[in-house]
């Protein structure tokens, strides 16, 4: 088995039938039902960008994300697993770093920010076939993190957890050191918002976007790679953009 390789998805599981988009299953209400709601019709879908930068201020404290499931100018959709996440900012947001290391962490936000960043510009590329070119991803090497923990030498693969309490992924130790693999919490030259999975995100470059887990909380060295959310339900472990899951799309790395 290549290094870089993780156990795959076998040929007896059957994938599911993929939502219009990884991150769409478990979302309150479907797109053409909210925008029926709001009396738009196919205007409301036309006039999208507007709508959505109007109802963003309108919705600002909306508990329920409605507004996260209306299409974008920019490109991006915005989905959850859960039918809610809880908001999290620079007061409270803690990332835990565990498992087999000689010096578990736990960083705030500014912890994250005072490090040495990175910033990177590459297409993000989800596995149901939309595609953002040029989107630039800032924040901590995967890596650095890592390497300040100390991996044991048992350690071989990273699982990632979130806080919206249901969505997990997974890396071989290796591909997890690969310098385009970041902690981010800035995208597209802000501050990462929460409908993106702020305020700090996974952001894995060379591979299909569920692979970018949103809402990270959680880094845990392992013996093993374990599947991770989507994986569970028949999507390749390795996610490699245009080696995987049946697709032969451009790379973005």
């Known amino acids: ?36 709601t709001l ?26 994300g409605l507004t996260g499931l209306l299409p974008n100018g920019g490109g991006f959709r915005y989905y959850s697993v859960t039918s809610s996440v809880p908001h999290k900012d620079a007061s409270n947001y803690r990332l835990t770093i ?3 290391v000689d010096h578990p962490r736990s960083y705030t936000l500014a912890d994250l920010k005072a490090l040495p960043q990175t910033r990177i510009v590459h297409d993000v590329q989800c596995v149901t ?16 993190l890592l390497d300040a923990a100390g991996v044991q030498t ?11 309490g249901a969505y997990t992924e997974s890396l071989t130790l290796q591909q997890a050191r690969r310098p385009d693999i970041l902690v ?38 392992t013996e093993d790679v374990r599947p991770g959310y989507w994986e569970d339900r028949g999507y390749d ?11 032969d799309d451009a790379p973005t790395s």
């Not at 009396?39 to 329920?64: H, M, N, Y």
């Not at 929460?194 to 996974?202: F, Y």
């Not at 472990?237 to 995987?244: E, F, I, K, L, P």
Request: hydrophobic fraction near 35%; include cysteine.
């Open 1 to 36: 088995m290549n290094p870089e390789q993780s156990p795959r998805r076998g040929p007896d599981r059957p994938r599911e039938r993929p939502p219009e988009d990884p991150e769409a299953s478990g979302a309150p209400i479907g797109r053409r039902l909210l925008l029926g």
């Open 39 to 64: 009396g738009l019709g196919a205007f409301g879908v036309l006039a999208a960008p507007t709508l959505q930068r109007g109802l963003e201020s309108l919705f600002a404290d909306d508990p329920t």
């Open 98 to 100: 565990d498992g087999l």
């Open 129 to 144: 076939g939309w595609r953002v070119p040029g989107t630039p991803f800032e924040g901590v090497r995967l890596s650095h």
């Open 154 to 164: 048992k350690g071989r693969a990273i699982r990632f957890t979130c806080f919206d």
């Open 184 to 221: 981010a919490h800035r995208m597209q030259d802000k501050p990462l918002g929460h409908n993106h999975g702020g305020p700090v995100r996974l952001y894995v470059a060379p591979m299909y976007f569920y692979k970018s887990a949103k809402w990270l909380s959680g880094i845990t060295v």
């Open 237 to 247: 472990v390795d996610a490699w953009v245009g080696r995987s899951n049946g697709r």
